[in-house]
């Protein structure tokens, strides 16, 4: 009974603590969603104060006060500035405009649906001010800003150029601009191609120019929108798009700034690439010229391969492609002499490519994906076809003779109308294997030196698509580029991926993870490029000719640079080809 009596009290004590237990956890979970209750409803109510103000507040620069940048032009900040905060029915978000008065930072008052209010004694006495209003409301409503406000801002005293790298003044990261285009594809924008700040990009203005000179030139302000490109490896900066909306209202711009800040000068001035306004177009036959391009990366590290440039250049000329554009980041001075004299003949054009950002480091490979982006949108409406590929890769067709004459047959077996790009599977044909046995007996010192020649022999197993491969696209339905593939097509098309048996990318290159193990991997005899060798051979000789005093370039000679790995090639062994079938994806 003792015992009984004793249990029941202990068992009496415990619930009584597990009851006090539960009362106390109840407690702190009430008094927590107390607490937060307290600081959300704060929250709103001091967010609903300032929003009650008079709609302009006085602010440092749009940074803390004991903020210092990153990175800082030589452009230095040294006043504070007026925060225009424009609001109304319409509007999805708030924008500032930065404007500096004569008057002590006075600005005549904004109605409540955005547009600027004119005060008597001041323009605004013609009945068409009243229209006027109503424009400038709506371009606010849609992040411009109005024109009694954009007549107070800064011109710009910088003549527009293109394709050349100007900065972004008055950001905390580094930022640049490189060139712009008129993209007319569904909704209309002027697309700029620059580099900025991966993560979290900074926000910037559009400043649009009108008229071609200074006397005549007036301007029209909105909100950017900074689209970083997806393939930035997660380095600090990356390649982007800048885009400056068109509403219905506005035509194509003759030039544009991007600014951090209204009130700043512009520190950059992009002469706008607008097919409308190509002569060479204009006067073409209706519908995208049917020539092919070819994009290649920026060329670095003083690169002075004469003959493979001519190699290059030759056989993808073949191969049927019209025009090359290139950037320069380094040349080597032969290279350099070879490329301005394809320039003059219209074949080349060179851009200069000096980005201040550490490759590998900051960018990826000296921001290659903007100069991609680039080259895309500068070939569209001009070429039907772009290959985006580098100096040792050629797209080699198995039983057509050009890349034309390829994408036409592709299109008498497969379903290409929708095609926005034709991907093509990596081969390797690796620097470390020997040299094709007709290469021993050669005395010709050009076929010697020509690497599609001497090699061969190439990994069986080819890398599927996506991995390793290149491409031709159309450019007018393309958006983003990548290095592999397209990254976002206009709705509505897709990839096609050509079979092996009706071509693939030859790659000629050392092992790409170092040492000579790659050698080790099956491989088989491929002559497919030697279908081009007396006509790039006859082109190579004439054009080294012809260059050979102006570009100081040597006597031919080989040296056998790489060594001998395997046993001699047999030209019997055959390539076990897939048969011809074809996958389209949409995206």
């Known amino acids: 009974m003792f015992k009984s009596r004793s249990s029941k009290k202990l068992s009496g ?17 009430v008094m927590f969603f107390a607490v937060f209750g307290v600081i959300v409803l704060t929250e709103i109510f001091l967010i609903d104060e300032r929003g009650r103000g008079a709609g ?4 440092n620069g749009g940074r803390r006060r004991g903020d210092k940048p990153d990175y800082e032009d030589a452009q230095s900040i040294l006043q504070g500035e007026d925060y225009l905060v424009y609001r109304g029915a319409g509007f999805d978000y708030n924008f500032g405009v930065f404007v500096r008065e004569d008057h002590g930072g006075l600005i005549e008052g904004v109605n409540h649906a955005g547009a600027r209010m004119l005060p008597a004694g001041r323009a605004g006495s013609d009945p068409s001010d009243n229209l006027r209003a109503m424009q400038e409301a709506n371009i606010a409503a849609k992040g411009g800003v109005p024109a009694g406000v954009e007549s107070r801002l800064p011109g710009h005293n910088i003549t527009a150029k ?4 100007q900065i972004v003044s008055g950001t905390r990261f580094k930022f640049f601009v490189f060139s712009a285009f008129y993209d007319q594809r569904e909704e209309r924008s002027i697309r700029i191609v620059g580099a900025t700040k991966t993560r979290g990009p900074e926000r910037v203005w559009c400043r649009l120019w009108y008229g071609n000179t200074t006397s005549t030139t007036h301007s029209v302000s909105l909100a950017a929108k900074v689209k970083v490109i997806r393939e930035n490896w997660n380095l600090k900066y990356s390649a982007c798009f800048i885009l400056c909306p068109l509403q219905q209202n506005l035509s194509a711009p003759h030039s544009v700034s991007i600014v951090s800040r209204l009130r700043l000068p512009p520190a950059n001035h992009l002469l706008v690439r607008n097919a409308d306004w ?4 204009r006067n073409a036959s209706a519908g995208i010229p049917d020539r092919m391009a070819v994009c290649v990366k920026p060329i670095h590290f003083n690169y002075n391969q004469a003959l493979q440039m001519l190699e290059f250049l030759e056989l993808n000329s073949i191969l049927g492609v019209h025009h090359f554009t290139l950037y320069n980041d380094t040349l080597g001075p032969q290279v350099g002499c070879i490329l301005q004299d394809y320039v003059s003949h219209g074949i080349v054009t060179l851009l200069p490519w000096q980005l201040n950002m550490v490759s590998q480091k900051e960018i990826r490979t000296e921001g290659l994906f903007a100069a991609l ?3 895309l949108y500068r070939s569209m409406y001009r070429y039907s076809y772009a290959a985006l590929v580098d100096l040792d890769e050629y797209i080699i067709p198995r039983h057509n003779d050009t890349l034309p004459q390829l994408v036409k047959w592709l299109g008498t077996r497969l379903n290409t109308r929708t095609t926005g790009s034709y991907s093509f599977q990596n081969a390797f044909f690796y620097l470390q294997w020997g040299d094709d046995p007709s290469i021993a007996k050669s005395t010709d010192m050009t076929e010697i030196g020509l690497v599609t020649l001497r090699k061969t022999r190439r990994r069986s197993k080819l890398h599927p698509h996506k991995q390793r491969s290149k491409y031709l696209c159309r450019p007018e339905f393309v958006v983003e580029a990548g290095n592999h593939f397209i990254w976002e097509f206009v709705p509505g098309h897709g990839t096609l991926n050509v079979p092996p048996d009706a071509a693939i990318l030859h790659h000629y290159r050392v092992c790409e993870f ?6 080790k991997t099956a491989s088989v005899v491929d002559h497919t490029a030697y279908r081009y060798k007396e006509r790039l051979l006859e082109r190579v000789k004439s054009k080294w000719k012809d260059l050979k005093a102006k570009c100081n370039l040597p006597e031919l000679s080989y040296h056998q640079t790489m060594p001998q790995t395997v046993a001699p090639l047999n030209n019997n062994t055959k390539s076990k080809l897939q048969p011809l079938k074809a996958v389209v994806k949409q995206s």
């Open 13 to 29: 004590q415990r619930s009584r603590v597990l009851r006090e237990r539960a009362n106390l956890s109840f407690f702190i979970v």
């Open 56 to 59: 302009v507040l006085l602010r």
């Open 162 to 165: 293109d394709g050349v790298w």
């Open 278 to 281: 190509d002569p060479d177009l």
């Open 373 to 375: 982006n680039d080259c």
């Open 514 to 519: 170092g040492g000579n193990d790659c050698i």
